[in-house]
């Protein structure tokens, strides 16, 4: 799974290999809030299955513990989550 930050729009897709993405616009922040995390939760529903909503709500997890930037990288359970800022 990626999360991009600074892209025009923002949404959950699918690539054509399966991987997901989460595409957001606007700064990458250096904390995820109760808030922030909420919406990122009601749009990834939005096309992640529920096995795929509880990794990716445990990934957000974990990049609030760690910290949120550009580079960072998790892995949760196999699943591998990649921060990018383009």
Avoid: Q, W
Avoid at 21 to 26: P, R, S
Avoid at 43 to 69: K, Q, V, Y
Wanted: hydrophobic letters at 45%; a negative charge; glycine letters at 10%.
């Amino acid at each position: 799974m990626l999360f991009v930050h600074g892209g025009p729009a923002t949404a959950v897709v699918r690539k054509p290999d399966g991987e997901s993405v989460v595409l957001l616009a606007g700064e990458l922040p250096e904390v995820l809030t109760d808030t922030s995390v909420t919406e990122l939760l009601d749009l990834a529903a939005a096309i992640l299955d529920p096995a795929e909503l509880a990794l990716f709500e445990e990934c957000l997890r974990t990049l609030r513990r760690n910290g949120m930037r550009a580079g960072r990288r998790i892995e949760v359970d196999g699943a591998v989550l990649t921060v990018y800022e383009g």
